[in-house]
């Protein structure tokens, strides 16, 4: 049954993230219930949700076979620390998401989200460049528009200027390529043709800083939350060229596109493109609990675990919460339903029908300037009003209010549905969307 009791609480003191706080407190938009693609808000009102949360959700809400695996590991073993000392499933779940992951990315270093998972690689990349003796290595290359979380690594790296502009703690050393969001790429559908030579700019932070100065490179294989930037063709290889030969670690930040949001079990494998590191989390539980991971080649794990002591911590790094025996049920629970229910190749069977559709749908409304996408995902640029967000924030209230959860990031929508999704599903996500865009 859904409480249609409007709130009591004066919603004071939850401090929000990314929320416009004094906005949602005069207008709260409570979600109480999650069945399948649908939320029903504090009103009872269905809101189907078109960007599966927050991209973590592709399963659909309210699994059963997750919420009863966490449940029964709550009650048999509800924390077991992994610092000296860890418990089995751990260790399997481990070797499942090795199974899956595309090349020799067999070590996995369990985090509480993505930007844990973040700030990890970073940590690991140094440890990694120490062993070799390469400490000198102390630039990390990101991109511009990128969005690796919000911890200080993960900030550091970030291209995206409201979320770096007042935090000055910042790591030292990092620059950033190019976005690949081009105007001769309007309105494309997959891989743009044009732009593998944005990933040169790697080239040139080689001549500019020296080939021995640069640790790491990060990339997510499609830009996600800035508002799904795909690759263009040939931009991948063209870094993964330069990373070897330069003697860079090249990391997939996956925490999207990870666990068949591209149509393959990761972004990796869609763009046939080998990383030395992915970074994982939303989809690894179906977001049913907090967990990241990073996955990590057997080179670079054997590097810093032989250059370690005989007897001795290796790497000086974790959290109290690694490998959470409730996260990593809900994780095996969740690996459970994407083989039993072949989800990733279920979501490449769908793909062209969601990209054509929303393309269909959406390209001609006045104030859309821009689609693209690829996978199960797709942006939508929405013409600046005044001032950048101003736009995508009115809309994204105002489409919630007709129904509908759609994830606004400035003034671009990310339509992302659950991998589960029906045809019917996919096109009531555009028309709740469409219903309110074409009355600007
Ligand atoms: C590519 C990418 N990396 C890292 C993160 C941070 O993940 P979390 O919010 O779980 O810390 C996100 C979150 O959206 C993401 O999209």
Redesign the pocket.
Known sequence: MVNTSTPTNSLENFFMPFTANKDFKKEPRLLEKGEGVYYYNHKGDKVIDCSSG??CVPLGHGRKEIADAVHQQLLKLDYAPSFAISHMPAFTLAERLAKMLPGDLNNIFFTI??????DSAIKIIQAYQHAKGQSQRIRFVSRERA????NIG?TSLSGMIKNREVFTATMPGVVHLRHTWLEENKFNLGQPEHGDYLADDLQRFVDMYGPESIAGCFV?PIA??TGTLVPPKGYLEKLRATCDKHGIVLVF?E??TGFGRTGEAFGANKYNVQPDMI?M??AITNGAQ?M?AVAVSDDIYNTIINSGPEHGVEFFHGYTYSAHPACVAASHATLDIYENEGIFEKAKHMSSYFLNAVMDELKDIPIVTDVRGDGLMAGIDLAVDGKPGVRGYDAQRKIFANGGHLKFTGDCGIIAPALISTEDQIDEMISVAKEVLVQY
């Open positions: 927050l991209f989200c993505g930007s844990t998972a973040i969005y690796h979380g919000v993960g997510e996600g939350s930040d925490v999207i970074t989390a939303k907090p990241g």
